[in-house]
Every structure is written in structure tokens, then in C-alpha cells.
């Protein structure tokens, strides 16, 4: 095997091997775009050093023939004392990770080399400057020296001088700075600075492979479900200079706007300066466009060489480049990342190009930018503060009075406040503020941070890592950068989804995105109607190749007819308990506490009209759309009173003397009714087998509402759906009854029906047994909530707000299996039982009605599994409509 790539041997689609650094420098080498010399020490190599704490033995010859190549090309040594080669080490794993390793430049210079760097450039400052940079940066990351020790060295050096930028040190200072620097490196890590620039090179390497096992490095890896055996790539690259004087300089581009997708010069600047010091933000940058200015002919070729890039991979790309004397280099290139409103706008910008078709713009979004783009936002028309910015860790807008610590925030939001908790980073006690914040704000920790990671597993708003904002939860307060300070009770609003953070209450608008769902607004000419034209297109993509129908979980005509407008093909799971709530809760008890048939008849006659009337209303919105009427499902204590509140009151009522025979009798059916464990009780098709008449006078209610809209003109098309069944017998007698009622209503109406019926598949008996179950049902729908409760032994009530945050964090699951569908477990059940279910009855129709109907992640594996549909919430039918299509092309 070879574990050394040259620049010129690569190319883009190595990413496996080179990284997406080094196969996108190898790219730009092919283009014949000006990237400085080097080569790539492949992932292979990587393993194999973290597999057996050893390089591989043939890699060091092979490096020190790609170094002697290189050498040869610029002509000079690395680290030679009197025309020194400097280069740099990078890490560069597939996808680009936080917490490795990112790079180390200046390699090759030593006590001998800083001299003849010197007498190249011309600039003894420089020479000195950059060695200091070398320790400082090869202490840190490759000795693992805190790299405060530097920083302070560096503020009191300057301190001494008695100025303020770096740029005031002259050359005696940081000489002298490199002495001190030295002995921290001697202190702290027990070993000199290694004067051998092959020596200092080696070591960055292996720290660079060491860097893919850190702690926080691996953290992220079982959060993003990013595989642990892919290693990191090492990038040598002969350095560049942006810091040779005003000629001189080192900015970032992209092809078109991230946030809008707009073409034109976007990017930013910083004259004779270095990579790092743009990102420590020393001086302050300049846009792109000035550049045109300062160097037109550097401006030139950029412009070029960025339309090449484009057109090249047909996408925006974002670019890093540095010109040194009036040389520009590309040091590096990438897809780049973008808003989702810029994705939707991009994607079709591309195909009007003629750069890609509708099936790869179809590929260039995704279900979470639709998601994100029909929360409400604020208006940016608004007058308002900003006060800081942090890392847009979850999406939403939200508006609270700030509080600092968890009790506070329960303790106001019991009394009707909205508040944001602000912490400096939040841990698992302060779980219960985050449940009542309207959002949460911390001032540190990046993207994977507790704060983050359990705001996005709850579908909270968060913004996390606002480092300019200082929290002091002791005195219950923040400072921002200009001194202002935040006191608890002042109002903040946080945007979620661009890390902004306001003082005051920022107005909230609809989004755009909805409003033209709702159909309250028409592709035009503005900002936003340009994205709602761009999403219109993309949806009406997906519509026309998705195979997967979108259906809609509702149980009212109001929300039925929500669905209809965003797309929904019907309606996949009518739950019915709804419909036994609020004042017909009176006929329900009466019900349970029947003693005679007659009694149980009278309520069941009582509740049979106001049923009716629910679903003649439901199929008139849905008309000439399946409607699946699922019936009862919940246990039948949930529809008496609380046990201890009732308890109290009979035994005060006893104690006057005064208790009432029905509250005596209720407390007796709670008692009889009351079950440990309610979720595996009484409940589902269970009661409809106890309780008679009460699932035929479901049935007979469904039978009745379609026979009067058929009447009517209508075009009814209910489905009747059995919940929580676990054997075919349960179904079989359900189904005779109901045949059996459905005859009377034809027969009494003179109007012909056909209803069919089926099931739920929600139990792991069932699903293990479904060729058996589809002898009597015509169709399935999984209820993977259920399911994936009953599969796990997880209780989907409760696992949220217990344990679930920890293994978040240890990163056990990346997202919840209630939320995404667990394919190894769950998922597994639901592909042989739709493959079981088939072979029984090859047109049985197949659904899905949990919660991860609407998941864009579970949406690919049903349409993978061979389901007819998905049936989610009505706001994330267009996901569903979205990712249906992205699955099916
Ligand atoms: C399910 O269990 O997935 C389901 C849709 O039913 P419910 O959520 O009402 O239990
Ligand atoms: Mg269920």
C-alpha cells in the first residue's frame, strides 16, 4: 500500500483516503490552480499507528521521498539555516471534526533556521515573529503545554513595552519572547523545543493521528454518528506568507452569499496578516471587494479561479487563500456550509445555470432546512440591540425574562412568565429550568455541549458558546461586550437559528415558508417570496418523483383541513379519545360505572350522536381522502378523576357525613381501574373486547357519518383501525362485530359502504406475527411510538426527563429512538413484518402513524422498507413530502 499522496495525485473523490482537506487540495493542484506544494499522509497510515501505537514501517521512507520531491521543487531545505523550506501540518479527517487537531505552522524553523528565514524575507520582525508561533503552537497542540502560559507571556511582554497589538513588538522583543517561550516548553513538558525541523515534523504528525482519539474528538464522533475507524489524514504544505508586509495578506471567499445564495464578492480580508490572526480577530478585516483595490491583479485571478471552482463542483464553495508579495495561493476549498434559506435558493439558482439537475437539487436540501425555515422568526425589520452572538445550537426564535439558574426559571414560569435560563454552560441539574425556559442561553460550549445537544433533543431554542456575553450566576447577571449589563427579569430574545442574542422583547413573525403552505402567500418578487419561490419549486421536485404517499395525524376538520393545505394525502391516524373529553366526560363515566346492560346502553346511545357528528365533519374535510378512524385506545382511568384527589375529597366529604352514593361509586372503578402499568393494561383493542358495544358503537358511528355524506354527495373514505392489537384472534372478533354493524347501517341507510378495516402495529407480538394478523386486517399502520416503548422497555412518558440526557451525552444514541427510528431494533421488526404481512396478502396496505411518520431520517428507511405512507403532525407534512422525495430519487 501507498500512505503518501502528492498534491498532483490525488483528487476530490479520495476523501476516504486523503480527508476532505487533502483531496480538495489535490483537486485544485489538477485544476491547475495555485496551491502550495505538499503531500497527504493517508488515513490508512493513520489506523494503522492507532491500531498498533506505531507508524506504518514503510511510511517514514515514503515521507522522506515526497519531502526530498517537494525540496527539490521549491528549492530549499526544510529548515535548512541559511534558505529554510517551512511548512505546515494539518489534520484532515473526512468530515470535518471539532475537537481534533487543526494545525501547526512554521514547521522547519529552530535557532539555526530563524536566521536564514530572516535574511530571505528580508525582515528580521517576521522571522522571529514566526518562530514564536511555531512554539506557541507546537506547544500547545503537539506538547500539550496550556496554551494560556503563552498567551500570558505574550500580554506581559507586551505590557512591559508598553503597547497594546503584537504588531508593536519589534524583533529584540519577540526574540526575547522565544527564550521565554522555550523555557515554558522546557517546564511544562519536560523536554526542549526540538531544534530537528524532521524531528518537529514527525511529531506533529503522530500528534495530529493522536488528535482523532481525544475525548471531545470522540464525543462527537457517537453524536454525529460519524464511524470511530475512519481516522485523520495529514496535510504537509510548504507555507505560504500573509504576513510579509502590505503586499501581503490572507482572507476567506466564497462563490455566492451563504446566508442568501446571491452572487457576487463575498468574503473577507486582512492585509499582511496570518490565518490565525483573522480568526483572534487582532485587527479587523475588510470586505473582499476592497481587494480590487489593494492588489487587482491578485482580485482578478480570485474571481477567477472562484467561478472555475463553482462551475467545477457545481456548487458554492467556500475558499481560503493567502497572497504573499503579491502572489495569490489557495490553501484551501470546500463545499461550503450555508443557511437553509441560501440551500433552497442555491439549489434552484443552479439548475436555472444549467449546473444540476432537479434530481440532484433535490439532493442539495434536506428536511431540517424546511423544518428550520417554517419556525416563526423575528422581524428583522424591528429596532432592536444586539448584544451577542453565539452558536445557533437549536432552532426558533424565543423571547424571556433572564434568569440564572434553574430553580428561578420554574419557579417564574409556574407563575405564568416566559423566561430564558442563561447559564455559563448547563449540566444535568439544571434540566428542569430547561424544561420551563422558553429557550437557553450559554456563553460557553460549542455545538455538542449538554446545553446544545438536550435543546435539540427537546425542540427548545437555544444558543450556546456566546462568548462576549459574561454570566455571573452568582450575582444573577451578565455583562456584554460594551459593558451593559442584564439583570434578572430584563427581557431577551435569542434567535436559534443565527446564534443572535437581542436585548428586549423582539416582535415574532410567521414565516414566510408557512404562510405560503397555508397558502396565504404567492411566489414574487421580493427577499422572501425569492425563497418561497425556491421552495415551491423544490417541493413541486419532490412531489412528482416521491412514491411514499404524506398522510396526516388529526382527530378535527380544523387541523384536517390545515394538513390539506400543506399537502397531506389523507388522514393516517384519527385518535378518537379526543372525542370522549371535556363535557361527553360525563357519559364516559357513566359507562364505566354502569351496572346493568341498560345503563351501559343508555351512555353508549348518548355518546354514539356527538360521535357521528365528529367524523360526518372529519370526512366532509377530507373528502374523496382516506381517513383512518383509529378506535379507543387509552386505558379508561385516564377519563376518571385523579385517585388522590378524589380519595381526599370522599374522605372529607365522609368526615361531614355527607359523601355522595356517585363519588362513592367512582372511587370504587378508579380503584378497580387503577393499574401499575396503564401502557401494558387495559387498553387498545383490549377494552374494546370488555367493555361490549363500545368499539360497535364506534364502528357504528364511522358507518353512519360516511352513509350521510354519501347521501350528501360526499366521497367518504374511512378506514377503521384496530390499536394495540398482539394476535390475530383479538382482530378476528373485532372484526366479525364490526362486519356485523356495518351490514346494519347498509341495510337501515340503503346506502352501500365499503370500510375497510385494519390494524395497528404496535406490539412486537404482533409484528413478529404479522403474516398471521394480515389473514384479518387489509391494512397495517405501525405505531412506532408503541412500538418502539414496548421493543426498547423504554416508557415513552417518562424516558425524556430521566435518563435519556445521559445517554445522550455518553452517546449511546446520537437522537432519540422516539424521535428518529431505531433501523437495527425497531426498524428491523417493521421490515419482515410489511414483508410478512405481504406474502399473506400481497395488496395489504402499509403506513406509518408514530411520531417518526414526520422524521426525515425515518422517512428514507420507510420508503426503503416498501410502506404506501407516512402519517405525521400536520406542520411536518412538507418535511415528509420533502425527504419522500429525496428518498425516492
Ligand atoms: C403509536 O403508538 O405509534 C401510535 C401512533 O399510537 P399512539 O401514539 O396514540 O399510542
Ligand atoms: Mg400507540
Redesign the pocket.
Known amino acids: 500500500v501507498k500512505f503518501v499522496y502528492d498534491f498532483t495525485e490525488g483528487n476530490k473523490d479520495l476523501k476516504d483516503l486523503l480527508g476532505g482537506k487533502g483531496a480538495n487540495l489535490a483537486e485544485m493542484t489538477n485544476l491547475g490552480l495555485p496551491v502550495p506544494p505538499g503531500f497527504t499522509i493517508t488515513t490508512e497510515a493513520c489506523k494503522v499507528y492507532l491500531d498498533s501505537g506505531e507508524e506504518p514501517a514503510a511510511l517514514r521512507d515514503e515521507v522522506s521521498a515526497h519531502l526530498d520531491a517537494l525540496e527539490q521543487k521549491m528549492g530549499k531545505k526544510l529548515g535548512q539555516a541559511d534558505n529554510p523550506l517551512l511548512v505546515s501540518v494539518r489534520s484532515g479527517a473526512k468530515f470535518s471534526m471539532p475537537g481534533m487537531m487543526d494545525t501547526v505552522l512554521n514547521i522547519g524553523l529552530s535557532d539555526k533556521s530563524v536566521t536564514g528565514l530572516a535574511a530571505q524575507a528580508g525582515d528580521e520582525r517576521f522571522a522571529w515573529d514566526s518562530y514564536r508561533r511555531l512554539i506557541q503552537m507546537f506547544g500547545k497542540t503537539v506538547l500539550g503545554v496550556d496554551g494560556e502560559l503563552f498567551e500570558e507571556a505574550l500580554e506581559k511582554a507586551k505590557k512591559t513595552k508598553k503597547v497594546t497589538v503584537d504588531t508593536d513588538l519589534e524583533a529584540a522583543d519577540l526574540k526575547k519572547l522565544v527564550t521565554t517561550f522555550k523555557k515554558i516548553v522546557k517546564t511544562e513538558a519536560g523536554r526542549d523545543f526540538p531544534q530537528d525541523p524532521r524531528e518537529q515534523m514527525d511529531l506533529a504528525i503522530h500528534a495530529v493521528f493522536d488528535s482523532w482519539n481525544t475525548d471531545r474528538a470522540k464525543l462527537y464522533r457517537r453524536q454525529e454518528r460519524i464511524p470511530h475507524d475512519l481516522g485523520t489524514a495529514v496535510n504537509v504544505c510548504s507555507m505560504v506568507f500573509g504576513n510579509l508586509g502590505p503586499d501581503s495578506g490572507t482572507g476567506v471567499a466564497f462563490t455566492r452569499d451563504p446566508a442568501s445564495g446571491h452572487q457576487g464578492v463575498y468574503g473577507d480580508y486582512l492585509q499582511n496578516a496570518q490565518g490565525e490572526d483573522v480568526v483572534a480577530g487582532i485587527r479587523n478585516t475588510v470586505p473582499l471587494a476592497e481587494l480590487e483595490q489593494i492588489d487587482k491583479k491578485s482580485y482578478d485571478q480570485l474571481m477567477q479561479i472562484m467561478e472555475t471552482l463553482e462551475n467545477h463542483y457545481k456548487d458554492l464553495c467556500d475558499i481560503e487563500f493567502t497572497i504573499e508579495r503579491g502572489q495569490l495561493w489557495m490553501l484551501q476549498t470546500r463545499v461550503g456550509k450555508r443557511t437553509a434559506a441560501a440551500a433552497f435558493r442555491i439549489a434552484t439558482q443552479l439548475v436555472d445555470q444549467g449546473l444540476i439537475d432537479e434530481a440532484e437539487a433535490l439532493q442539495r436540501v434536506n428536511g431540517a432546512q424546511l423544518a428550520q425555515l417554517m419556525f416563526p422568526r423575528f422581524d428583522e425589520a424591528a429596532k432592536v440591540e444586539k448584544i451577542g452572538r453565539g452558536i445557533a445550537a437549536s432552532p426558533g426564535a424565543a423571547v424571556g425574562k433572564a434568569v440564572f439558574d434553574s430553580y428561578t426559571a420554574v419557579k417564574w414560569s409556574r407563575s405564568g412568565e416566559k423566561v430564558i435560563l442563561i447559564r455559563r454552560e448547563t449540566n444535568p441539574d439544571d434540566l428542569d429550568g430547561m424544561i420551563a425556559a422558553e429557550g437557553i442561553l450559554t456563553s460557553r460550549g460549542g455545538k455538542t455541549s449538554h446545553a446544545a445537544v438536550v435543546a435539540r433533543g427537546m425542540g427548545k431554542t437555544c444558543v450556546c458558546g456566546a462568548e462576549e456575553l459574561e454570566v455571573d450566576t452568582k450575582r444573577r447577571r451578565m455583562t456584554t461586550a460594551d459593558g451593559t449589563v442584564i439583570e434578572e427579569g430584563d427581557v431577551v430574545s435569542i434567535d436559534g437559528s443565527t446564534g443572535k442574542v437581542y436585548l428586549g422583547e423582539v416582535p415574532v413573525v410567521p414565516s414566510p415558508v408557512v404562510e405560503y403552505f397555508e397558502g396565504r402567500m404567492h411566489a414574487g418578487a421580493d427577499d422572501a417570496d425569492e425563497l418561497v419561490a425556491a421552495v415551491h419549486r423544490i417541493m413541486a421536485y419532490a412531489d412528482r418523483v416521491r412514491r411514499l404517499r404524506v398522510r396526516a395525524n388529526a382527530d378535527n376538520a380544523e387541523d384536517a383541513l390545515r394538513a390539506r393545505r400543506f399537502g397531506a394525502q389523507g388522514i393516517g391516524?384519527c385518535?378518537t379519545e379526543h372525542m370522549f373529553l371535556g363535557e361527553r366526560r360525563e357519559y364516559v363515566e357513566r359507562l364505566i360505572l354502569a351496572d346493568t346492560d341498560e345503563e351501559r346502553e343508555d351512555s353508549l346511545k348518548a355518546l354514539l350522536p356527538l360521535q357521528r357528528k365528529d367524523f360526518v365533519e372529519l370526512f366532509e374535510a377530507m373528502d374523496g381522502l382516506p381517513v383512518t378512524v383509529r378506535l379507543l385506545?387509552p386505558p379508561l382511568h385516564e377519563f376518571l378523576p385523579d385517585i388522590t384527589e378524589l380519595s381526599v375529597r370522599v374522605a372529607l366529604a365522609e368526615s361531614r357525613k355527607d359523601a355522595n352514593e356517585n363519588d362513592l361509586r367512582l372511587l370504587q372503578a378508579v380503584h378497580r381501574l387503577h393499574e401499575q402499568n396503564p401502557m401494558l393494561g387495559l387498553r387498545g383493542v383490549r377494552l374494546g373486547l370488555v367493555i361490549p358495544g363500545l368499539f360497535t358503537m364506534q364502528v357504528r358511528a364511522i358507518a353512519e357519518a360516511a352513509a350521510e355524506r354519501k347521501n350528501a354527495k360526499g366521497d367518504p373514505r374511512a378506514e377503521i383501525m384496530i390499536?394495540l392489537v398482539g394476535t390475530v384472534q383479538e382482530l378476528e372478533i373485532v372484526r366479525d362485530e364490526a362486519e356485523q354493524v356495518i351490514a346494519e347501517v347498509q341495510a337501515a341507510t340503503g346506502v352501500e359502504l365499503k370500510l375497510a378495516l385494519g390494524t395497528?402495529i404496535?406490539l412486537p407480538r404482533a409484528a413478529l406475527t404479522a403474516g398471521q394478523i394480515a389473514e384479518a386486517a387489509e391494512f397495517f399502520s405501525f405505531?412506532?411510538?408503541?412500538?418502539t416503548q414496548t421493543v426498547w422497555g423504554f416508557s415513552r412518558d417518562d424516558v425524556e426527563a430521566s435518563f435519556f440526557t445521559a445517554y445522550l451525552e455518553k452517546g449511546i444514541f446520537g437522537v432519540s429512538p422516539f424521535e428518529t427510528i431505531d433501523k437495527d431494533g425497531v426498524g428491523s421488526l417493521v421490515r419482515n413484518a410489511a414483508k410478512a404481512g405481504r406474502e399473506t396478502r400481497p395488496d395489504l396496505k402499509l403506513g406509518v402513524?408514530?411520531e417518526h411518520g414526520g422524521d426525515p431520517e425515518s422517512v428514507h428507511f420507510f420508503h426503503e422498507v416498501g410502506l404506501d405512507y407516512v402519517s405525521c403532525s400536520p406542520f411536518r407534512i412538507p418535511v415528509a413530502r420533502l425527504e419522500a422525495g429525496r428518498a425516492a430519487s
Open positions: 391516524l385518535r385506545d390499536p395497528m404496535e405505531g412506532t411510538n408503541d412500538l402513524c408514530g
